[in-house]
């Protein structure tokens, strides 16, 4: 991979320094994820706050567009470097979010049994 640098952003929690590259911010998430997934695997069970439905559904349409930015980001600073092959991929993720939120709107829109 080249030693491309990404511009600074700051989305889902992520601060990323200007003069960070692609493979460092790649990293960067993955060992954040895993610590994370170790914590919630130390202890009990997990157990969500409770939230409305309308709250979920927010949450989850503010986390796609959090990802949506992310990838659009990276793969405008992969352009302007001229790696078109990591531009590619990143269009790829980003058809992918759009069809996940589309997933969620259809979800979204079905009527729910009452408890």
């Given amino acids: 991979m080249s030693n491309n640098k990404i511009s ?3 989305a889902i929690g992520v601060e990323v ?3 960070m590259s692609l493979k460092e911010l790649m990293e960067q998430l993955l060992n954040d994820t895993e610590v994370e997934l170790e914590k919630d695997l130390d202890g ?3 157990h969500p706050e409770p939230q409305s439905e309308a709250d979920k559904w927010q949450r989850y349409a503010d ?3 959090d990802l949506f930015d992310v990838a659009h980001q990276i793969g405008y600073d992969a352009y302007m470097q001229g790696d078109l092959k990591i531009m590619r991929k990143v ?3 980003e058809s992918d979010v ?3 939120a589309g997933i969620v709107t ?3 829109s079905k009527p729910r049994a009452v408890k």
Avoid: A, F
């Fill in 91 to 93: 269009l790829q993720v």
């Fill in 63 to 65: 986390m796609l567009g």
């Fill in 106 to 108: 259809v979800e979204k």
């Fill in 44 to 46: 009990e069970t997990r």
């Fill in 98 to 100: 759009v069809d996940l």
């Fill in 8 to 10: 600074g952003i700051h």
């Fill in 17 to 19: 320094p200007e003069d």
